[in-house]
């Protein structure tokens, strides 16, 4: 088993930055790679942007290229969301999730933390 505990969300106003952490314990040797999803109020969870565990490569979608960045310590077993020039519409409770093998669905989910981005 794998457990994830995210923190790092707040309020920011409109331009600001915040990161986000994702801790890792458990069977964190089982990880191929970790991702980062979004669900705002009222809409689907939606899939942000994804680090491999080992090689360290990353991926973000289109809506967050150029302003959000995934890096991860793996001493500290930790993946971080580092948001810049936030929006509005970025507002969404954050999660971070684990899985085994890159073709694989993510496992492990951490419990969410709330990014609010004020006007």
């Known amino acids: 088993q794998v457990q994830l505990a995210e923190s790092g969300g707040g309020l920011v106003q409109a331009g600001g930055s915040l990161r986000l952490s994702c801790a890792a314990s458990?069977?964190?040797?089982?990880?191929?790679?970790m991702g980062w999803f979004r669900q705002a109020p009222g809409k689907d969870r939606e899939f942000v942007g994804r680090?491999?565990?080992?090689?360290?490569?990353?991926y973000c979608v289109d809506a967050v290229k150029g302003r959000f960045t995934i890096s991860r310590d793996n001493a500290k077993s930790t993946v971080y969301l580092q948001m810049n020039k936030l929006k509005p519409e970025d507002t969404a409770v954050y999660y971070c999730?684990?899985?085994?093998?890159?073709?694989?669905?993510?496992?492990?989910w951490g419990q969410g933390t709330q990014v609010t981005v004020s006007s």
């Open positions: 999730a684990a899985k085994r093998s890159d073709y694989g669905r993510y496992e492990y």
């Open positions: 458990g069977r964190t040797f089982s990880i191929n790679a």
């Open positions: 680090i491999d565990w080992s090689g360290g490569n990353t």
